[in-house]
């Protein structure tokens, strides 16, 4: 093969791997059809249902719609299969958005991708996956985006703590794994977090350890500063701390077969100087604090591939809500971050407003409606309550013409008994 056929070979070998490649898509966009492409697990047989819903607000009635979780205090399971992918030496991105609309207290909104092994019926929290990704609310402590990778059977979480959105709205959600084994984060196609997949979780074992035979010197002083031995404590200082009160006097009626001996109270000495102690002078023999030694750790060994995972072919929701109603929508598993970050604005970033205008509609209309439920019943405590003194005034008036005939009804007796007599 010629040296020209080679170059073309290495060329055209290039291009397949730059190719744009969607793996996976879900906007729930054609009714009811996505029953068919999601598997509910049965592993449990009181899972949780999911629906198709915008939601109570929204941005389009239609391209809003995605799986919404209907239950309160359920566990949910739910899982869609794709063709079977390696990300090896390209990019791996994973999207969604999540919609917390019920002011969620504690609950996931994470999503998993598993190996294509996966039995979707069968699938639980147990269930081995690869990545999982998404924002976990718990109580005011726990406001949280979960990145775990699965790295040689085993899970681990990311070090750092990136903080996810905790109010009602659609956010974007967006994770990229380079095959250089660096990673990105976005939130509503901001980056958030970025760095290196070794540095930024515990996959490997560290570079260095401490030398197991280095031990510190006997004769190394770590202390910076040391008694003045020059000094000598005054002749003068050593004072009681408390004295008799120079000023008490023993009172005309104490008697002492009754009341024992008199004693001043105590007070504090004003010439007390309290314990004595050298002066602090720089230590000559002082050597800095004493560092333990390092070497390589024989157990490191570098992995290029750590990004990489050989079967990619389920994504799933596998969580617990205390309070239901997540909307999940915008699936998107490629290799092309700028594609990613192109169909996160076409979708989410053409709603995002128009959601926000109708939630604050709805607001301003209940805020509406309450104001004037609170004005009709101060109202109608204020005709009670006036309903009531009118009651009371009519009684009284009443009273007081009963009492005015029984007046006159004694009036007219004592006159009629006078008339006899």
Same mark, same amino acid.
């Given at each position: ?22 793996? /996976?898509?879900?906007? /729930? ?10 598997? $509910? ?8 249902? %999911? ?16 799986? =919404? ?5 359920? %566990? ?8 079977? %992918? ?8 994973? =999207? ?17 991708? /598993? ?18 990704? +998404? ?26 703590? &990136? ?23 976005? &939130? ?49 200082? #050593? ?5 008799? #009160?120079?000023?008490? =006097? ?24 309290? $314990? ?10 002082? !050597? ?36 239901? +109603?997540?909307?999940?929508?915008? %699936? ?40 004037? $439920? ?7 405590? !204020? ?6 003194? !009118? ?10 013409? #009963? ?10 007796? #004592? ?7």
């Amino acid at each position: 093969m010629s040296a020209l056929s080679l170059l073309l070979s290495a060329l055209s070998v290039a291009s397949i791997l730059a190719e744009t490649t969607v793996y /996976f898509r879900e906007q /729930f966009d054609d009714g009811d059809e996505w029953t068919n492409r999601w598997v $509910e697990s049965k592993h449990k047989n009181d899972y949780g249902k %999911f629906i198709l819903s915008a939601g109570k607000f929204y941005g389009d009635a239609e391209k809003d719609k995605g799986i =919404q979780t209907s239950q309160d205090a359920h %566990f949910y399971s739910a899982s869609a299969r794709f063709t079977s %992918f390696s990300n090896e030496g390209q990019p791996l991105v994973l =999207q969604f958005t999540v919609k917390h609309e019920q002011s969620i207290d504690c609950g996931g909104g994470y999503i998993k991708l /598993f190996p294509a092994q996966l039995n979707q019926e069968e699938m639980h929290g147990d269930s081995t996956y690869n990545i999982m990704f +998404g924002p976990d609310i718990c109580g005011p402590g726990t406001k949280k985006v979960h990145v775990i990778l699965n790295y040689k059977g085993k899970n681990h979480l990311i070090n750092k703590d &990136i903080r996810c959105k905790d109010d009602e709205y659609s956010h974007l959600y967006t994770l990229v794994l380079q095959p250089d084994n660096t990673y990105q984060v976005k &939130i509503d196609n901001k980056k958030v977090e970025s760095g290196s997949l070794e540095e930024d979780w515990d996959l490997l074992p560290t570079k260095k350890i401490k030398d197991p035979d280095a031990t510190k010197p006997e004769d190394w002083d770590e202390r910076e500063k040391i008694p003045n031995p020059d000094d000598k404590k005054p002749e003068e200082w #050593d004072k009681p701390e408390n004295i008799p #009160d120079p000023d008490a =006097q023993k009172p005309q009626d104490w008697d002492e077969e009754m009341d024992g001996e008199w004693e001043p109270a105590m007070v504090t000495n004003p010439e007390y100087k309290g $314990e004595w102690k050298p002066s602090l002078i720089d230590n000559p023999a002082y !050597k800095g604090k004493w560092v333990h030694p390092e070497i390589d750790n024989p157990e490191y060994t570098a992995d290029a591939e750590i990004y990489k995972y050989d079967s990619i072919g389920v994504i799933g929701l596998d969580l617990w809500q205390v309070k239901s +109603g997540t909307i999940f929508d915008n %699936f998107l598993i490629t290799n092309d971050p700028g594609l990613a970050e192109e169909v996160g604005n076409d979708t989410w970033g053409q709603t995002k407003e128009l959601e926000k205008k109708m939630k604050e509609s709805q607001d301003e209309t209940e805020r509406v409606a309450r104001e004037e $439920e609170d004005k009709q019943r101060k109202d109608e405590m !204020k005709d009670g309550e006036e309903e009531e003194e !009118k009651e009371e005034e009519e009684e009284e008036e009443e009273e007081d013409e #009963d009492e005015e005939e029984e007046q006159d009804e004694e009036d007219d007796t #004592d006159s009629n008994l006078k008339d006899e007599l």
